[in-house]
T-cell receptor, first 113, second 114 residues
Framework: EAQVTQNPRYLITVTGKKLTVTCSQN?????MSWYRQDPGLGLRQIYYSMNVEVTDKGDVPEGYKVSRKEKRNFPLILESPSPNQTSLYFC????????????FGDGTRLSIL | AQSVTQLGSHVSVSEGALVLLRCNYSSSVPPYLFWYVQYPNQGLQLLLKYTSAATLVKGINGFEAEFKKSETSFHLTKPSAHMSDAAEYFCAVRRGDSYDKEIFGPGTSLSVIP
């Protein structure tokens, strides 16, 4: 089954404690992306990757890091989380073709205390 | 640059009534347009897409949308709402001339009243 898998689905942690949210896709997609979803703001892109070892900032990259060492994986790293990063996070992937939609994971709800 | 607006952050309809969710876009080049649906505790799923073929696009679950270039609109409709249609709906735009990121609207929450 084609899917994007995120882990964990839920996480409550404290300010400053480094965390990683993993994302893996099994569709051999070139393009992967991270979004955060906040009420009234829709989805805002954090980082994206056009292919292995190629990453770039989205609209809200501050406080986040990513890496793309393998085509299937695109982890999101919060080196020193802060309460304003409490949000719902989605990973997505798509072929590098403009008319193809993105496939989304089920989301990770992060609470930073 | 591309942008998307969705009029109405929350829409309520009665079961069996027409569903109309509005989406207007801005794009400097012919766009690709998408509607996604998000059910509680789930990711976004594609409802339908416009990719410069037919202007009236049919999607899953009885939804359809019409691309109107003159109005820069891509409104989503369904003739008869069902309780299971209650969800968050997002319109998104992407450049149609080269691969680029997708820009999402703020979303519209649809409630269906029995």
């Amino acid at each position: 089954e084609a899917q994007v898998t995120q882990n964990p689905r839920y996480l409550i942690t404290v300010t400053g404690k480094k965390l990683t949210v993993t994302c893996s896709q099994n569709m051999n997609h070139e393009y992967m992306s991270w979004y955060r979803q906040d009420p009234g703001l829709g989805l805002r892109q954090i980082y994206y990757s056009m292919n292995v070892e190629v990453t770039d900032k989205g609209d809200v990259p501050e406080g986040y890091k990513v890496s793309r060492k393998e085509k299937r994986n695109f982890p999101l790293i919060l080196e020193s989380p802060s309460p304003n990063q409490t949000s719902l996070y989605f990973c997505a992937s798509s072929p590098e073709v403009g008319n193809q939609p993105q496939h989304f994971g089920d989301g990770t709800r992060l609470s930073i205390l | 640059a591309q942008s998307v607006t969705q009029l109405g952050s929350h829409v309520s309809v009665s079961e069996g009534a027409l569903v109309l969710l509005r989406c207007n876009y801005s794009s400097s080049v012919p766009p690709y347009l998408f509607w996604y649906v998000q059910y509680p505790n789930q990711g976004l799923q594609l409802l339908l897409k416009y990719t410069s073929a037919a202007t009236l696009v049919k999607g899953i679950n009885g939804f359809e949308a019409e691309f109107k270039k003159s109005e820069t609109s891509f409104h989503l409709t369904k003739p008869s709402a069902h309780m299971s249609d209650a969800a968050e709906y997002f319109c998104a735009v992407r450049r149609g001339d080269s691969y680029d990121k997708e820009i999402f609207g703020p979303g519209t929450s649809l409630s269906v009243i029995p």
